[in-house]
């Protein structure tokens, strides 16, 4: 589960992301409003805790834009703006949930475990694309009915495009989605993941497509890809 905190106060976001990070979230942290943006536009980030007062671009409308894109990401707003008004105002901008500053930690990862249960009981647990079937609870994958022999971050890699079917998405994406942004990676490493993917699934028909120069789509099955590689 991967948190963005986005905080200006270097030492406060400090002490939250290593809170956080001890309760097993992967946290990654933006001090300004537009890094924040970038990260959310991403589409790596599971939940967002979003401060208001931030240089850049400000938390309200960084939360407008994602809105905008119509992405689903639930943010928790921390803010130390206290007025009703500017609470009823950001929960009807799209907020899922407004705490005020200062906040207890115990009160903070409490409303972050809501968010977490109430994001993961829409979505199906069981990823279905023709033969092919991911258990995203498990994580595990079968082919035909066969259990398919899977690394690690092969399997994020694989649930990351299968949770995408017919969406491109680039190297950038599919690096921040594996690692966080302290591990070392290259794009050589996100090709050869893709390599031995496309070795295990495409003798079962799943195809992952190569768009030149924009980067990679997992193909639904019985749908032809134009651009491929």
């Known amino acids: 589960m991967r948190i963005l905190l986005v905080e200006d106060d270097a030492l406060l976001a400090d002490g939250l992301a290593r809170a956080l990070g001890q309760s097993g979230y992967v946290v990654e ?29 400000d938390g309200s409308e960084v939360l407008q834009r994602l809105r905008a894109r119509r992405q689903m990401v639930p943010v928790l707003i921390l803010s130390a703006r206290e007025a009703l008004e500017e609470r009823v105002r950001l929960l009807d901008l799209g907020a899922d949930d407004y705490l005020v ?34 258990d995203t609870v498990g994580k595990r994958a079968w082919l035909d009915g066969e ?37 070392e990676i290259t794009p050589n490493a996100v090709e050869k993941f ?20 924009l980067g990679y789509y997992l193909e639904k099955p019985g749908e032809a890809g134009d651009a491929a590689a």
């Open 29 to 57: 942290v933006a001090g300004d409003g537009r890094t924040a943006d970038r990260w959310i536009e991403s589409g790596t980030v599971d939940l967002a805790i979003l401060d208001l007062g931030l240089p850049g671009l």
């Open 101 to 134: 500053k200062p906040v207890a930690l115990a009160e903070l990862e409490a409303r972050v475990r809501a968010l977490i249960r109430r994001g993961q009981a829409t979505p199906e647990p069981v990823i279905r694309l023709g033969r092919l079937a991911l």
């Open 147 to 183: 259990a398919l022999d899977l690394t690690a971050r092969e399997w994020a890699a694989l649930e990351f495009l299968a949770q995408r079917v017919n969406r491109i998405v680039n190297k950038e994406q599919i690096m921040q989605a594996l690692y966080s942004w302290e591990d």
């Open 194 to 213: 893709i390599s031995r993917l496309r070795g295990k699934l495409e003798p079962a028909g799943i195809v992952i497509r190569t768009v030149r120069g």
